[in-house]
């Protein structure tokens, strides 16, 4: 018994520090450019308004850490306007190693139907010359760690942008990732459990 305890204390020890060692951090996404040139309401019907646009951005990904590389298995970009997602498209897959920085460009355009009271924020957000569009950022990613290699697991970030009509917006708009990696979770119950194992052996 007491060399089983013995066991389960240095397995948990063990995993503490390759977390230590390891520690995978979150990527860092940022919009770097962004422009709106068209954005358009117009009426098809009594019921339903069609909103035409084009947005161009330019993202970039980085990865701050040290020991492990990421898998950008599938990438995807959405922009909402109003609550209102209005277009979709998927971005290229690549890998990241350590401390790298990937661009990575999106175009949205095309045309989103949107019923009928969809039109009142467009006409106050028109006379104030400034669009505010939600950029979001959906993926599968895995972490290599030397030569072994996660599952994987859900991105999700969030980039808020505020585009004048017809004129490019330069400043930099850090996005916000939303998803708490899993295996964050997984590792940390792993570790108290075991810990937990452990003392109700001993007492």
């Known amino acids: 018994m007491r060399a089983f305890i ?10 503490v520090i390759l977390w230590l060692i390891f520690r995978p951090q ?3 996404i940022a919009v770097t450019s962004a422009s709106l040139s068209r954005f358009n309401l117009t009426s098809s019907s009594t019921s339903i308004r069609s ?14 850490n040290k020991r492990a590389g990421i898998y950008y298995d599938w990438l995807e970009a959405q922009a909402d306007y109003d609550g209102m997602r209005i277009a979709w498209k998927g ?5 990241q190693g350590r ?7 999106a175009e949205l355009d095309g045309r989103s139907t949107i019923g009928i009271g969809g039109g009142g924020e467009f006409e106050r957000d028109n006379a ?11 993926g599968q990613v895995r972490y290599k760690f030397r030569s072994a290699v996660t599952r994987s697991y859900v991105l999700k970030a969030f980039c808020p942008l505020r585009l004048p009509l017809g004129k490019a917006e330069v400043s ?5 990732v939303l998803v708490l990696y899993k295996f964050y979770i997984l590792w940390m119950n792993f570790i108290l459990f075991f810990s937990f194992f452990v003392l109700m052996i001993i007492a």
Not at 131 to 137: A, H
Request: glycine share 4%; hydrophobic share 50%; with cysteine.
């Open 6 to 15: 013995d066991l389960c204390v240095a397995f948990v020890l063990a995993i």
């Open 26 to 28: 979150r990527m860092r």
């Open 51 to 64: 909103l035409s646009f084009d947005l161009s951005t330019n993202l970039t990904f980085r990865n701050p």
């Open 91 to 95: 971005l290229p897959v690549f890998y």
């Open 99 to 105: 401390k790298e920085t990937t661009d990575v460009a």
């Open 128 to 138: 104030a010359g400034v669009f505010p569009v939600g950029l979001w950022i959906f």
């Open 172 to 176: 930099l708009t850090d996005c916000r």
